[in-house]
């Protein structure tokens, strides 16, 4: 099983250091998971112009095909400005629209006030829905108050995250086993 962490944005710290304890916990709880963490602050992601992702070279390419291959995806994304970073969303739009197709997809967001727990759901939710993502449905809302020294504090945020990591993986076991069987049905 691949899982990618993708910390959606280039600006800030506090989502990635919620993704880091994320993929820290997917490693330590499931060792067999094959995790590969994305962070965009770390590449140089081109816009997309409309191209098959396949059509693509260097960070874009590279970026593009891990998500691809994955079999579930974790996002972590801050909401600026009551949205979603466009960095985020020059990654959705760079991929094909059934690129989340048999794929578990689950959230981490930060936000800076709580009036913005419901981005993830009338932004976020869409999208992956519509890229054919089979969304786990409770997401972690992590606020600035719960971050000090570039660490959670806040045992409840901890918890939610540990929770997260688990509905994420049972929910892909479970996919890929219904998959199969769907599949055997056929004799070809």
Known sequence: MKIVGLSGSIVGSKTRTAMNYTMDQLK?????????????????IQFSDGRDYREYKGDTEYVTKT???????????????????????????LLPVNAFR???VSMLVTAGSPKHFLIPEQQLKPILAYMKAQIVQTYVFIEDQDFQRKEIVNDDVLFRIERLVEDTVLLTETYAKLREQHEAKYDF
């Open 28 to 44: 330590e709880k499931y060792p067999d998971v094959e995790v590969t963490l994305i962070d965009l602050a770390e590449y140089s």
């Open 67 to 93: 998500i691809m291959e994955a079999d579930a995806l974790i996002l972590g994304t801050p909401i600026f400005q009551a949205s979603i970073p466009a960095t985020l969303k020059n990654i959705f739009d």
């Open 102 to 104: 048999d794929k578990i």
